[in-house]
């Protein structure tokens, strides 16, 4: 192996996001010395999950609300599995950090007509406090960041994929990471004295999906990879509605936001009847699992749109208002060639966002010395629920704290020597596809779309995971034998896909394992075999680990320090 160009940083944060650009933030804040760098897949300010966030975010400012409250609906949505102490960090800052996004970064939120920040409903909440504007706040949020970031000189490698977690030559902390320049197609060894995983979830391995397609769980895959250990894999959230524009077109799969059935749209089956009513008393603003079975269950029962979803109504609230409430949405269907303001249009559950994730601690620390993590790469916030508009509210306040804590903490660290034989492995692996003949790299993507889709998804059973468990080893075993040719590698897509389908087949097979091991059903996890959510004293978490090539499943018991079922912290006035 030739040398393979090296980079010194003090703080390397993967992922452009909420999470990274507010950890690279923060760190600086804390120490202006440092020497900070990002790496993205794609550009700073145009990847990422956060960008593509509508809705909006939570946090108890009104009157009448209060962090407790907060504390309580997530606890609550999330089937009693969250880190209490995690939920509790996450209420308590939210407060702090939209202060700081207002008045310190400039987002520019919605208000009331008495000036205070409008806040509106999301499902699952007992209070309106999704902070928003209009239903692009996402874009809003990342502008401003990136702003701050370009401003104070953040080292940026852009175009730059991760590929490895190398642990230092004593093999007791991490030591840097292994890129890909995706410009040239030649590695980068990073030096870090701490690194934030921060690539984001994104489930992608589904038919139906709402993240970009560039999303491929890499920072999952690499934790395993590198031993640790992920919670809470099988619960992956659907979001009820997604649009459905028929095949052919990347927009399928695309969010129509919670704020429409919030505002009082209603969701008819293909005999254009209302059915909500029939699952849950509060109709369409029923908690996101609930919403996604119910579309589930009329499709399965031959109650379909010509597509194969449902309808989305929302013309019955006046085309002025939704157009004027729902700009970004009625363009979107617009955009599809939809009228969302007066027509039907159709929807489906799509695989939206993965509470599961890498265990950590409030301070963004993990099991291995040196590595942080927060957003969407961590597990123990949301339990098996997240609420809708908890998600950027968690990019945000963890990547702050990540940043703060990885500033602190260089301070009292040296560069450590990479193991080498790990970084020569990775490299030999990753490059092994081009001594292969090429093969059909996109029947593999579309069979495990098929198979998370239609055995592990919104609705599972032992036959059905135990069948998925056998795919996926086939799918792995496929990919393997199949290479890309001698292709170019510089802006290699066919490349890239294959180190994509590697990850998401990895990460596919633990939200597989953690499916079968859990025997109840809780959030997003619906068991038709188990459908009864199980002892709430006796709730666990199931804990994946990546040992010897093979992935090992245990059951941790939640520990329960703020708060047991049963009890509120609310206190009746």
Same mark, same amino acid.
């Given at each position: 192996?030739?040398?393979?160009?090296?980079?010194?940083?003090?703080?390397?944060?993967?992922?452009?996001?909420?999470?990274?650009?507010?950890?690279?933030?923060?760190?600086h804040?804390?120490?202006?010395?440092?020497?900070?760098?990002?790496?993205?897949?794609?550009?700073?300010?145009?990847?990422?999950?956060?960008?593509?966030?509508q809705?909006?975010?939570? #946090?108890? +400012? $009104?009157? =009448?609300d209060?962090?407790?409250?907060?504390?309580?609906? @997530?606890?609550e &949505?999330? *089937?009693?599995?969250?880190?209490?102490?995690?939920a509790?960090?996450?209420?308590?800052?939210?407060?702090?950090?939209?202060?700081?996004?207002?008045?310190?970064?400039?987002?520019?939120?919605?208000?009331?007509?008495?000036?205070?920040?409008?806040?509106?409903?999301?499902?699952?909440?007992?209070?309106?406090?999704?902070?928003?504007?209009?239903?692009?706040?996402?874009?809003?949020?990342?502008?401003?960041?990136?702003?701050?970031?370009?401003?104070?000189?953040?080292?940026?490698?852009?175009e730059?994929?991760?590929?490895?977690?190398?642990?230092?030559?004593?093999?007791?902390?991490?030591?840097?990471?292994?890129?890909?320049?995706?410009?040239?197609?030649?590695?980068?060894?990073?030096?870090?004295?701490? #690194?934030? +995983? $921060?690539? =984001?979830?994104?489930?992608?391995?589904?038919?139906?999906? @709402?993240?970009? &397609?560039? *999303?491929s769980?890499?920072?999952?895959?690499?934790?395993?990879r590198?031993?640790?250990?992920?919670?809470?894999?099988?619960?992956?959230?659907?979001?009820?509605?997604?649009?459905?524009?028929?095949?052919g077109?990347?927009?399928?799969?695309?969010?129509?936001?919670?704020?429409?059935?919030?505002?009082?749209?209603?969701?008819?089956?293909?005999?254009q009847?209302?059915?909500?009513?029939?699952?849950?008393p509060?109709?369409?603003?029923?908690?996101?699992?609930?919403?996604?079975?119910?579309?589930n269950?009329?499709?399965?029962?031959?109650r379909?749109?010509?597509?194969?979803?449902?309808?989305?109504?929302?013309?019955?609230?006046?085309?002025?208002?939704?157009?004027?409430?729902?700009?970004?949405?009625?363009?979107?269907? $617009?955009?599809?060639?939809?009228d969302?303001?007066?027509?039907?249009?159709?929807v489906?559950?799509?695989?939206?966002?993965?509470?599961?994730?890498?265990?950590?601690?409030?301070?963004?620390?993990?099991?291995?010395?040196?590595?942080?993590?927060?957003?969407?790469?961590?597990?123990?916030?949301?339990g098996?629920?997240?609420?809708?508009?908890?998600?950027?509210?968690?990019?945000?306040?963890?990547?702050?704290?990540?940043?703060?804590?990885?500033?602190?903490?260089?301070?009292?660290?040296?560069?450590?020597?990479?193991?080498?034989?790990?970084?020569?492995?990775?490299?030999?692996?990753?490059?092994?596809?081009?001594?292969?003949?090429?093969?059909?790299?996109?029947?593999?993507?579309?069979?495990?779309?098929?198979?998370?889709?239609?055995?592990v998804?919104?609705?599972?059973?032992?036959?059905?995971?135990?069948?998925?468990r056998?795919?996926?080893?086939?799918?792995?075993?496929?990919?393997?034998?199949?290479?890309?040719?001698?292709?170019?590698?510089?802006?290699?897509?066919?490349?890239?896909?294959?180190?994509?389908?590697?990850?998401?087949?990895?990460?596919?097979?633990?939200?597989?394992?953690?499916?079968?091991?859990?025997?109840?059903?809780r959030?997003?996890?619906?068991?038709?075999?188990?459908?009864?959510?199980?002892?709430?004293?006796?709730s666990?978490?199931?804990?994946?680990?990546?040992?010897?090539?093979?992935?090992?499943?245990?059951?941790?018991?939640?520990?329960f320090?703020?708060?047991?079922?049963?009890?509120?912290?609310?206190?009746?006035?």
């Open positions: 192996m030739s040398a393979i160009p090296t980079i010194n940083t003090d703080i390397l944060i993967l992922g452009s996001g909420g999470a990274g650009l507010f950890a690279a933030l923060h760190a804040q804390e120490n202006p010395n440092l020497h900070i760098t990002i790496a993205v897949k794609g550009l700073l300010g145009k990847s990422g999950c956060t960008r593509m966030v809705g909006g975010y939570n #946090v108890a +400012l $009104a009157e =009448g209060s962090v407790e409250r907060h504390f309580m609906d @997530t606890i &949505g999330g *089937k009693w599995l969250c880190d209490q102490d995690l509790w960090t996450l209420v308590n800052t939210a407060v702090e950090r939209i202060h700081e996004l207002e008045n310190e970064l400039g987002c520019f939120f919605d208000r009331n007509p008495d000036g205070t920040v409008h806040q509106k409903a999301f499902a699952g909440q007992t209070f309106d406090r999704t902070v928003h504007k209009g239903d692009l706040t996402g874009i809003e949020i990342i502008n401003r960041l990136a702003e701050q970031v370009w401003a104070r000189g953040i080292n940026r490698l852009e730059h994929r991760a590929i490895e977690l190398i642990h230092s030559k004593d093999g007791k902390s991490l030591a840097g990471v292994l890129m890909l320049n995706m410009q040239t197609g030649q590695f980068v060894l990073v030096r870090a004295k701490a #690194v934030l +995983l $921060a690539t =984001g979830g994104g489930p992608t391995m589904y038919k139906y999906h @709402t993240p970009s &397609g560039d *999303k769980c890499d920072g999952l895959a690499m934790a395993l590198a031993g640790l250990v992920l919670r809470d894999m099988e619960m992956v959230q659907f979001h009820p509605t997604g649009l459905l524009a028929g095949p077109t990347r927009m399928t799969g695309t969010v129509i936001e919670e704020g429409l059935r919030g505002a009082g749209g209603y969701l008819l089956n293909g005999n009847e209302r059915f909500m009513g029939n699952y849950d509060r109709n369409e603003r029923a908690t996101r699992d609930i919403v996604s079975r119910s579309i269950s009329e499709i399965r029962a031959g379909a749109t010509p597509n194969g979803g449902v309808y989305i109504q929302m013309s019955h609230l006046g085309p002025e208002n939704v157009r004027k409430l729902f700009k970004g949405m009625v363009e979107r269907c $617009a955009d599809s060639g939809f969302l303001t007066r027509d039907l249009v159709e489906v559950p799509t695989a939206h966002y993965m509470m599961g994730g890498l265990v950590f601690k409030k301070d963004c620390s993990t099991d291995l010395p040196g590595l942080f993590a927060a957003g969407e790469d961590t597990g123990g916030v949301h098996a629920n997240r609420l809708g508009g908890n998600g950027v509210a968690n990019s945000t306040v963890f990547g702050g704290i990540a940043g703060e804590s990885m500033a602190r903490w260089v301070a009292t660290q040296q560069f450590k020597e990479c193991n080498m034989d790990e970084v020569a492995a990775s490299v030999y692996e990753h490059e092994a596809p081009f001594q292969k003949a090429p093969g059909d790299i996109e029947l593999i993507r579309d069979a495990l779309a098929e198979c998370m889709w239609d055995d998804g919104i609705s599972r059973t032992k036959e059905s995971l135990l069948r998925a056998q795919t996926l080893k086939q799918l792995a075993s496929q990919l393997i034998q199949m290479g890309v040719g001698d292709i170019q590698r510089e802006y290699s897509n066919t490349w890239q896909d294959w180190m994509n389908l590697q990850n998401l087949i990895l990460v596919s097979q633990s939200v597989t394992e953690a499916a079968i091991a859990r025997e109840n059903s959030g997003a996890h619906y068991r038709e075999d188990f459908p009864e959510p199980g002892s709430l004293e006796d666990y978490y199931t804990a994946v680990h990546f040992i010897n090539q093979e992935l090992m499943i245990e059951n941790r018991p939640v520990q320090t703020m708060i047991k079922p049963g009890q509120t912290i609310l206190v009746e006035a």
